[in-house]
């Protein structure tokens, strides 16, 4: 068993392709209409689908906005480097929420990221110790 992807229902599909493609540097997988249920679904990600998780991204044509709801927390993606990672997301006007920095009480660096609808991506830098503290 493995996980192949986490939807996140958006508002706005093509704001939301371009700020994971181009702000976080994933690759649009694909993409597909459902005129019959008027939605339309993209996965993006950084590797190929049979090689690790992905996002699903559902974009309800009638909706224009999505309650995010107190139950969600983040996505978490590993950098090598979070500070040059950060420089080039603030760059290309992405939202970084929490500068990077070690995690309280904790050595690990972090920093937090939002997309275009207000999900929360945790930034984590890859330490080549095997046992950081996640």
Not at 4 to 32: C, W
Not at 72 to 100: F, M, N
Request: aromatic share 10%; hydrophobic share 35%; net charge negative.
């Amino acid at each position: 068993m493995r996980i192949l992807h986490t939807m996140l229902r958006v508002s706005d599909l093509e704001k939301s392709i371009e700020f994971y493609t181009q702000v976080m540097g994933m690759k649009l997988l694909r993409r597909s209409d459902n005129k019959d249920y008027r939605y339309t679904l993209a996965f993006v990600g950084y590797q190929d689908e049979k090689e690790g998780a992905v996002l699903e991204l559902t974009h309800n044509w009638d909706v224009s906005e999505y309650d995010l709801g107190n139950g969600y927390g983040h996505i978490a993606i590993e950098v090598s480097d979070i500070y040059a990672t950060c420089s080039i997301i603030d760059k290309l006007k992405g939202k970084i929420t929490r500068q990077p920095g070690p995690v309280k009480g904790g050595k690990t660096v972090i920093a937090f990221v939002e997309d275009p609808d207000g999900y929360k991506i945790e930034l984590i830098e890859k330490k080549n110790d095997p046992e950081y503290d996640l």
